[in-house]
């Protein structure tokens, strides 16, 4: 009876720290804040606002390895050609 008593509120609990994590990711969205653990390519993180600010340099790179995948040229090749640079 007393395992019992222990995983309902065991269970309580999770579904109350699941539900807090909710909430709080929804107000962060609301606000805008990017609160991934990865930044998506071609942006960078502002420190204080916590939000995504476009890259200036991403065009630089996505502009030709665009234009190379467009040529049919091989996908390796192309991953190698980027590393490198």
Do not use: N
Request: net charge positive.
């Amino acid at each position: 009876m007393s395992r019992d008593i222990l995983l309902v509120v065991a269970e309580h609990e999770r579904l109350r720290h699941a539900d807090s994590f909710r909430r709080a990711g929804a107000s962060a969205i609301e606000r805008g804040i990017h609160f991934a653990s990865r930044v998506p390519f071609g942006y960078t993180r502002d420190p204080q606002a916590r939000r995504l600010v476009p890259d200036e340099s991403a065009p630089v790179v996505v502009g030709p390895a665009c234009e190379e995948r467009a040529a049919v040229r091989k996908r390796r090749k192309l991953l190698d050609r980027l590393k490198w640079r």
